[in-house]
Each structure stands twice: as structure tokens, then as C-alpha cells.
């Protein structure tokens, strides 16, 4: 796909900041289908081709749900990128806004537009899909921030306690909910053959369960996102990386800290109680770090 055009999108809740790279010219709307039709008005003033332009923006999750859509529907190619990979190439910067930080994510487009990769129509099986996961998660957290307050409310209050059995109550209420979004997950992942296929795949493994196949099936867009094993593991933060420069630094090998940490922790739990239950990989952690061990000691070793 040849790019002439490339729009930076700062978006907000409210509101959209739209720069054309090339002219420097502004455009703000509303986040909503008022503002998505102000932008194609815009866009035929500037004498851009739908066709030949890419509009870049930020990962800000909800917030873009609309657009993309819209965007999709009028076969505009946009690209959505990490908002540190942005920072990290802008240098040396002083204050901000909306309008600044548009022409910044353009400038960043148009600095790497030989490699933005087009996001294409999502499955709308996979999307449902990860809008349930989220919720599960999220109710997850709130039910388990509730049961640490009862623990720690039980030596202030009775049992009986008008705080305690309303936690209780709410409890009960997000136990029912989650168990609810589950069976829709299931439901969801039954009418799509492959994400059915996987999913069985990927439970056949030992300790990975429902919510790790799940998670891993929306990270990797069931298995379309990442070309190899290699690059899932960076960006789940597993794999290490060498940390050295010349004869004068030789650091241990470590994973980065840029990472999904969520999906991170969520393996580290699988690998936790992998090494517990089969008897293969827990074999395979012992030589590992036994191994780490003595080459440790080799390399500290008086010379």
C-alpha cells in the first residue's frame, strides 16, 4: 500500500485532534459520529483521497472503538501504535496539548510510515470475545478488593455487622456476574471454529485454564498478531535479552519491563503451578537453574 498522506489522531473521550503531516493543517471535532463526518468534510477541503491516507494514533483502548469502526466503514487505513514508542522518538520535548500531541503522532507517522501496519476490520467473535474477558477481569479485581475488606473488617465489626453483610452481599452479587460472563465466553468461543480449536490446543497444555486460553487467544488475535513464538514472548515480557556493551559492561540477561504485565503474571501463575504438578517441566526448571547457578559462579570465580 503506497502512503501519501499521513494524520496524526490525538483522542480523548470528548474530543479528536486531527494534523495533516504534509500542511500542518488542524482539525478538531468531537469524539462521535458528528465529528467523524466533520473529519470526511475535512479531508475532501484538503484534497486528500481516502485511499491514499493513514490516520495514526495512540493504543487508548475504549476511547477509538467508534472511530475505527467508522474508519473501516469508509475503507480509510489507519494504524494504531504504542504511546511510549511515540515519546521515545520525540527526544527532548517541552509542554503539551491536545493539537501538540497530534502533530507529534504525525510527525512520528510520517517518520515511519514504511512500516506502520494497517490494522484490519476486527472478527467481531474475537472483539465480543475480549469486551467479556475485560469485564471478567475487572469484576475479578472488584470481588477480590471487597474480600480484603472483610478480612480486615472482621476484627473491627461483628460478623453480623450492617458493612460486613453488605460486602457479602456484593460478593455474592459479582460471584454470580463473573460466573455468567464465563458461560457467555464459552458460548462465544463455540460459535467460532477456530477460536474453538485453539482454545482446546491451547487447555491441553498443563495448568493453562480457561481464563489463560482466553487471554492468550485475544493477545495474539488468534494467533494472527505475532509472526513466531518468539515475538509473543517479548511482548509478554518472558524473553531475555542480553544486557552488554564492549568489554566493560556485562550485565545478566533479563526481560524487559515494557511489557503486558497482566498477560505476563498470567503465565507466570501457569509456570508456577506447572512446575508443581508435571513432573517433566518441573525437571526442566531444576537443570535450568541449576545450570544459572554454575554459570554464575563460573563467572565470578577468581581468576
Known amino acids: 500500500?503506497?502512503?501519501?498522506?499521513?494524520?496524526?489522531?490525538?483522542?480523548?473521550?470528548?474530543?479528536?485532534?486531527?494534523?495533516?503531516?504534509?500542511?500542518?493543517?488542524?482539525?478538531?471535532?468531537?469524539?462521535?459520529?458528528?465529528?467523524?463526518?466533520?473529519?470526511?468534510?475535512?479531508?475532501?477541503?484538503?484534497?486528500?483521497?481516502?485511499?491514499?491516507?493513514?490516520?495514526?494514533?495512540?493504543?487508548?483502548?475504549?476511547?477509538?472503538?467508534?472511530?475505527?469502526?467508522?474508519?473501516?466503514?469508509?475503507?480509510?487505513?489507519?494504524?494504531?501504535?504504542?504511546?511510549?514508542?511515540?515519546?521515545?522518538?520525540?527526544?527532548?520535548?517541552?509542554?503539551?496539548?491536545?493539537?501538540?500531541?497530534?502533530?507529534?503522532?504525525?510527525?512520528?507517522?510520517?517518520?515511519?510510515?514504511?512500516?506502520?501496519?494497517?490494522?484490519?476490520?476486527?472478527?467481531?467473535?474475537?472483539?465480543?470475545?475480549?469486551?467479556?474477558?475485560?469485564?471478567?477481569?475487572?469484576?475479578?479485581?472488584?470481588?477480590?478488593?471487597?474480600?480484603?475488606?472483610?478480612?480486615?473488617?472482621?476484627?473491627?465489626?461483628?460478623?453480623?455487622?450492617?458493612?460486613?453483610?453488605?460486602?457479602?452481599?456484593?460478593i455474592k452479587d459479582f460471584t454470580d456476574q463473573i460466573k455468567r460472563i464465563e458461560a457467555e465466553i464459552k458460548e462465544v468461543r463455540s460459535q467460532h471454529t477456530s477460536i474453538s480449536f485453539n482454545t482446546r490446543l491451547l487447555q491441553s497444555v498443563k495448568c493453562v485454564g480457561e481464563v489463560v486460553s482466553t487471554a492468550t487467544i485475544i493477545r495474539t488475535h488468534n494467533f494472527t498478531r505475532f509472526a513466531n513464538g518468539r515475538k509473543f514472548s517479548c511482548y509478554c515480557g518472558t524473553a531475555p535479552f542480553e544486557h552488554s556493551s564492549g568489554k566493560s559492561i556485562r550485565r545478566k540477561t533479563k526481560v524487559s519491563h515494557l511489557a503486558d504485565k497482566e498477560m505476563k503474571t498470567l503465565l507466570d501463575r501457569c509456570a508456577c503451578s506447572a512446575i508443581q504438578y508435571d513432573k517433566e517441566l518441573k525437571a526442566f526448571y531444576e537443570r535450568r537453574c541449576t545450570g544459572e547457578v554454575k554459570a554464575k559462579h563460573h563467572q565470578h570465580r577468581p581468576k
Open 1 to 170: 500500500m503506497k502512503l501519501q498522506h499521513i494524520i496524526g489522531a490525538d483522542l480523548s473521550k470528548e474530543s479528536i485532534d486531527f494534523l495533516f503531516h504534509d500542511r500542518n493543517t488542524h482539525l478538531k471535532t468531537e469524539n462521535g459520529n458528528g465529528g467523524f463526518q466533520q473529519l470526511l468534510k475535512w479531508l475532501s477541503e484538503q484534497k486528500i483521497n481516502c485511499s491514499d491516507a493513514m490516520i495514526v494514533m495512540e493504543h487508548t483502548g475504549l476511547y477509538s472503538y467508534h472511530l475505527e469502526a467508522f474508519l473501516h466503514k469508509h475503507h480509510i487505513a489507519f494504524a494504531k501504535v504504542p504511546a511510549l514508542a511515540i515519546k521515545k522518538s520525540l527526544g527532548l520535548v517541552r509542554g503539551k496539548n491536545d493539537k501538540v500531541d497530534a502533530k507529534r503522532i504525525a510527525r512520528y507517522g510520517f517518520e515511519k510510515k514504511d512500516v506502520l501496519v494497517t490494522e484490519p476490520p476486527p472478527d467481531k467473535l474475537l472483539l465480543r470475545l475480549k469486551l467479556l474477558h475485560s469485564s471478567r477481569q475487572r469484576l475479578v479485581r472488584l470481588r477480590t478488593s471487597l474480600k480484603s475488606a472483610v478480612t480486615a473488617l472482621r476484627g473491627i465489626v461483628g460478623a453480623s455487622d450492617l458493612i460486613i453483610t453488605s460486602h457479602r452481599r456484593l
